[in-house]
């Protein structure tokens, strides 16, 4: 039997079909989750579980889920071998979930730098959970959607980083240049399960989704292999999470617009813009006391009344160009980190074909200038172009390491005896060749040849 067929076979003993066309039509981007097809109506008491495990949106689930691939959790079953413990036991998890008995695992926890030092904890559920939280979150999505700010922009269908932007620019360029920046502390860490259980249950009706969202919610986490309780927070890393910053959130939302305010929310970073900073100190104290009713903190040191110069959202700066026309660019600290990034896979010490360390650039590379393409700054780019056209160099130089190779390779790419031969006797200052030389000769065009991409544009 071929692999195809195999699925094919799986999928109809799971009641969850593979089809081989690739994502379903209308299936958003990672950062959307697909919706289900229910429509919007509160379902009654004992129909969203059973929305939630219907074939069709079981089936979506699991392709966004491997797709999506990800960690293994605590048990270590990885995406790749999720199809085969479905096959061997999905008619007693869908039986338990329909009954209310369902128990999710642990989640695993995970440290990863943050940019600006320290950590953030990330908790990884295992992968029989995340496509359990996936098919939840397609028919959850539809019944809050509906009720959302449209100044909230994270982790929502037709809504992203780049909208949030956009509309901060417009409030800054109307002459809002006073910002409101709060930090939120520990967030993710700090969600009160009672008072979002509270939230969730003026729009749920089934008690089994409630009952089992519960359960995430105090599901144990694992640490270097013991179990901790939880009882308070929501882990940072399952399907489910954005969706429940955004339900508990939306309080804020509501009461900013009640105000009439000028504000932008991407999960759980917002920014409110004002004309004076009175004004942005009166609206720092009563976020305060909104946050205070929902038992969350403002991160006093990290957040600020200042002038929308000062301050970054979402990677990005703003600045002014003549005309007073306010523009942006790529923040100071998100240009270190990209650098940080480069100058890794193209150290030195790797070992690795120019190929290899192309292939892994072009992937970081696409991604970076996508995400940062609203920067209007375009001499910012043609300046990275040459710094990493020029590390490239430098790399390729380092992998020649003897004079008579240097040489060598020169002269069949083309230079004179004479060029070839000055690079070969300093074969050590490779970063000063790879300027001053080899730039002539390992023109940009190689390296467009290599599937190096452009920033500028």
């Known amino acids: ?3 195809e067929g195999g699925r094919r076979q799986m999928s109809r003993q799971l009641g969850l079909p593979w089809e081989s066309r690739g994502e379903a039509p209308g299936v958003p981007r990672s950062d959307e989750p697909p919706m289900a097809e229910h429509g919007t109506k509160r379902p009654g008491a004992d129909g969203l579980m059973e929305a939630a495990l219907a074939r069709r949106n079981m089936q979506a689930a699991l392709r966004r889920v491997t797709k999506n691939r990800g960690s293994p959790g605590v048990d270590g079953m990885t995406v790749d071998e999720l199809l085969l413990h479905l096959r061997e036991h999905w008619a007693g998890i869908k039986s338990s979930l ?3 008995s369902y128990l999710p695992s642990l989640v695993k926890r995970q440290e990863i730098p943050k940019s600006g030092g320290g950590t953030r ?4 559920p295992t992968v029989l959970d995340r496509l359990i939280q996936q098919a939840l979150l397609q028919v959850l999505q539809p019944l809050f959607e509906p009720t959302f700010s449209e100044h909230s922009y994270g982790f929502r269908p037709g809504r992203s980083a780049h909208g949030a932007l956009r509309a901060a620019q417009q409030y800054v360029q109307e002459g809002r240049r006073i910002v409101v920046d709060v930090d939120l ?5 700090r ?3 009672d008072v979002l259980m509270g939230k969730l249950a003026r729009s749920i009706a089934d008690k089994r989704v409630l009952g089992l969202i519960r359960r995430y919610l105090q599901s144990g986490v694992m640490v270097n292999g013991v179990r901790m309780e939880r009882w308070e927070g929501t882990p940072q890393g ?3 999470s954005p969706l429940l910053a955004n339900v508990l959130l939306d309080e804020v939302d509501k009461e900013l617009e009640k105000r009439g305010h000028a504000f932008v929310r991407y999960a759980d970073d917002g920014r409110v813009f004002v004309r004076s900073r009175r004004a942005g100190e009166r609206v720092l104290d009563h976020l305060r006391k909104l946050y ?3 038992h969350l903190r403002i991160n006093e040191a990290k957040s600020a009344v200042a002038p929308v110069w000062d301050r970054e959202f979402l990677g990005y700066s703003m600045w002014v160009a003549p005309g007073k026309v306010v523009r942006l660019r790529v923040a100071k600290k998100a240009l270190d980190k990209m650098k940080s990034r480069v100058r890794q896979i193209t150290g030195r010490q790797g070992g690795r074909s120019m190929i290899a ?3 892994e650039l072009r992937s970081y590379l696409t991604g970076w200038r996508n995400y940062f393409g609203l920067a209007d700054t375009p001499n910012i780019f043609t300046t990275l172009d040459r710094w990493i056209r020029r590390r490239l160099r430098a790399l390729l130089l380092k992998q020649w390491k003897r004079g008579r190779t240097v040489f060598r390779e020169l002269r069949a790419r083309g230079a004179s005896v004479r060029v070839a031969a000055e690079v070969a006797a300093q074969v050590r200052r490779w970063w000063w060749n790879a300027c001053h030389r080899v730039h002539l000769i390992l023109r940009n065009s190689h390296f467009e040849a290599l599937g190096l991409p452009r920033l500028a544009r």
């Open 1 to 3: 039997m071929n692999l």
């Open 98 to 100: 329909l009954d209310g």
């Open 121 to 124: 904890e990330l908790g990884i």
């Open 185 to 189: 502390e520990k967030f993710f860490d």
């Open 191 to 193: 969600v009160n399960h």
């Open 238 to 240: 399952g399907p489910l």
């Open 292 to 294: 205070g009713k929902l």
């Open 357 to 359: 360390v192309v292939g």
